[in-house]
């Protein structure tokens, strides 16, 4: 049973083709790491899945129902979020209330009850803003509570964007460099969260360069190079393909 | 008929001719800075305003057309110095409001130097209609278009035959790497804003004799320069032309045949259907964004 | 309960309300005051817009002059009682803003602020050519506004009703800030891409936030046409809508209590003006100027962190 589907999946820029006819699986309750040079296509396919961009020609399918071409607005109502490579954090907000925007699927949106400020409305909102707290906690930014976004380091940033990516409550997470501009032991640090995530039954999928927390803590992975395919499997498997370390693996050691 | 679409036409291409060099003008500084310079009617009404009040006072026309134009282009690099440099990494918003608080300013200005009054000047080589087929032409209006063609022939070779021009270029395509091949990105700037008022002050003073000038006359220019320019692309010198004459011309249909109480309104419109149905305009670039 | 900002401020406000007038030497005042709380609250709506949505609308005096003249048009030729023109007209100008609003706010930056500059002025022109219908460019006169027999009439009495009607105005500007639909209005602002993959309809939040602040206008554009009775097209050209752009950002945008204040300031200033009456036009742009360049922030928050500042140096 697969959660989510690729299927002949291609992407052209004009004459770039980004991503060139890819197929795979995503198993649910996986990590599953998506790694490749640069260049290779791997934003270039998150963006695809989670609606950014429309795909040239192939499928996705979320549960077996067709999602390719759809806007990522509509996909977060599936069970899908998403982080960003370059962040997309509130910088206007302060930490919670990028948190609890993540949230919004699930709280009343009506816009007459907003306006006259409802007591409904003042009630979830509580309930969402101590829940957004604990996510905070969750991904370790306990401290950051009261601060605002404008004003939070770097790696603390790429946290509370996945803080806000699980208060949509996903069943599939993608994770675009989570540990990109991170020192080792941040890195280790997302580590820790991203295994707390997936124990808590959210399928995973990262793109990232770091290889020792790729092979650390993923349970598939695919490897990209050019936009197409070039191997697929367990850490092991990889590790061992000649063509990966030929192209990508080799340099790194 | 022939002779009423002629007429039409003619004026359309007159007016055209006017909107095209704003809309040059404009696009001119909106390549090097990104920015949407709302002062630009502002600078068509420097140019005659200044001519008007210069040759009334006695002065030769040729003269007092020059020092417009000089003075037109101090206007125009102050206005980049103190107003638009300052602000450089201003939001849109903030950059918009700076360059219309501009307008205004310099339009108060212009109504305390000078006055609320209509001036004009004298057409320049006497205002006899010419007939062709059948409609009346303006000798002004060969003025204006053929200054036009001369100022636009002349940009041209500035920025496709000379170094400056090419850097210049070169910066609007990616300020970051002209910077740091060494292309003094300051300077291009207050060039550009330099050009811009020069555009605008020629035709200013080419129009005139033609439609009077006062100290309001800017407003509506600056914005139908402006439709020009969105319609030919914003960035875009040629389409910055041909989005002028389109203009003047659809301006100048539309009035003689449907009405002429809405005729401000077609530029307007026009922008709003560009903008819907083609952002990009004739001949601009498009684009996505990476995230 | 009275620490917090929004019902701090709330109360603040209301005490100032109620006090100004002791301080008006003569009756001219309540005409210029009740201005200024006619252009707090347009700012207040805009502000969503501006300040919070992050959007821009150079066209916005256009919204406040069709809802003039739709109460004008409708009280004076077609005998609707006043309360009710001003809700038809407010629900006219909301519908068109929800059929501009749409295909303009796929928009960005220039390109938003030039087609609803493009709009504004459409709506000026058709007001200035319409004779028939608007009395053209002289203007048309208004009755005055009466709720079952009994007329609002004389500056005293619409000072009341402008301060009631921006107290209540700020109270639903800071609930619906503070609300999940504020939220993802404010996270549209900063940043898209990010507000859509959790779950928000980018479009729909604009085009809310676009309509709720052209209704707001809409509604004290009825106010004012009964209130001044008699108005012209200029009320809705587009040096009022640059006017109404520069108060929300003078008082600082994301700021509902800066848009009450720039709006003030900038309705009283040209009095202090008067004797400059030459040079009102250049103090005008000076200060569009310079606010934006020294202050880009806005009066209120520039002054809050400065404040701020003061408070952590030891």
Known sequence: MSLLTVAGLSKEFGGVHAVEDLSFTIHPGTIHSIIGPNGAGKTTLFNLIT????????????????IAGRRPSELAALGMSRTFQNLQVFFNMSAVENVMVGHHLHLGRGFLPALLRLPSVVRRDRACRAHCIELLEFVGLGRYVGAEAASMPYGALKRLEIARALAAQPRLLLLDEPAAGLNATESREIDEVIKKVAATGVTVVLVEHDMKMVMGISDHILVLNYGRKLAEGTPAEVRANPEVVAAYLGAQG | MFAEFLQ???????????????GLGFAIIYNSSHVINFAQGEFIMIGGMATATLVAAGMPLPLAAALAVVATMAVGVALEKFAVEPARNADVTAIIIITIGASIFLRGAAQVLWDKEFHSLPAFSGDTPLKVAGATLMPQSLWVVGVAVLVIAALW??????????????????????RLMGIPVKTVLMVAFALSALLGAVGGIVMTPITFTNYEAGIMLGLKGFSAAVLGGLGSGAGAIVGGLLVGVAEALASGYLSSAYKDAIAFIIILFVLFFMPSGLFGKKGTERV | ????????????????????PLTFPNAYFYDVAVNALFNAVICVGLNLLIGYGGQISLGHAGFYALGA??????????GLPPLAAMLVSATGVGMLAFVVGRPILKLKGHYLAMATLGIGIIIHIVLKTESGLTGGPDGMGVDPFQIAGFAVSGDKAWYWVGAALLVLAVWLALNLVDSPVGRALRAVHGSEVGAEVVGIDTTRYKVLVFVVSAVFASLVGSLFAHKNGFITPD??????????????VLGGMASTFGAVIGAVILTLLPQFLAAFEDYEAMVLGGIMMGTMIFLPKGLLPSVRGLWARRRAAP
């Open chain 1, 51 to 66: 609606g950014v961009y429309v795909p040239s020609r192939g499928s996705i399918r979320l549960d077996d129902k067709e």
């Open chain 2, 8 to 22: 039409y036409l003619f004026s359309g291409l007159t007016s055209g001719a006017i909107y095209a060099l704003a």
């Open chain 2, 157 to 178: 070779w500035f920025f496709n035959r000379t170094m400056f021009g090419k850097a210049m270029l070169a910066t609007s395509y990616n300020p970051l790497a002209a």
């Open chain 3, 1 to 20: 309960m009275w620490k917090s900002p929004r019902t701090g401020g709330l109360g603040l406000l209301a005490v100032l309300l109620a006090a100004a």
């Open chain 3, 69 to 78: 003249y739709g109460s004008a048009i409708l009280v004076g030729r077609y």
């Open chain 3, 235 to 248: 009320i809705g050209s587009f040096f009022r809508s640059i006017e109404l752009v520069t108060m929300v």
